[in-house]
């Protein structure tokens, strides 16, 4: 099991930038993918970002292509998401996941078996 804490939500306006932490602990060794999702409310929970862990690659969601970064400092198991040009809609509750065993897909939920708490975003018009 792999324990996730995130930490730099908060309050930005519109235009404005945050940047999200996820760090990893436990069984790290295990780590097959370090993703982002969201929820707003009265909205299902979706993809944001992953960084796959073996270092080939990064997957965003449409929505934040070219507005957010993914990226991760593997020396301490920590994955970031850079959020810029910020909107009203990116407003949600954001969760880190780390996926433990290897899976064809990445992008569901169930793809996952490791949450983190979640960190509020909110941005202001």
């Known amino acids: 099991q792999v324990q996730l804490v995130e930490s730099g939500g908060g309050l930005v306006q519109a235009g404005g930038s945050l940047r999200l932490s996820c760090a990893a602990s436990?069984?790290?060794?295990?780590?097959?993918?370090m993703a982002w999702f969201r929820q707003a409310p009265g909205k299902e929970r979706e993809f944001v970002a992953a960084?796959?862990?073996?270092?080939?690659?990064?997957a965003y969601a449409d929505s934040v292509q070219g507005r957010f970064t993914i990226s991760r400092d593997y020396a301490k198991s920590t994955v970031y998401l850079q959020m810029n040009s910020l909107k009203t809609e990116d407003t949600a509750v954001y969760y880190c996941?780390?996926?433990?065993?290897?899976?064809?897909?990445?992008?569901?939920?169930?793809?996952?078996?490791?949450w983190g708490q979640g960190t509020q975003v909110t941005v202001a018009s």
């Open positions: 996941a780390a996926q433990t065993s290897w899976r064809l897909s990445f992008r569901m939920r169930n793809d996952y078996n490791d």
């Open positions: 436990g069984r790290t060794s295990s780590l097959f993918v």
């Open positions: 960084f796959m862990w073996s270092g080939i690659g990064t």
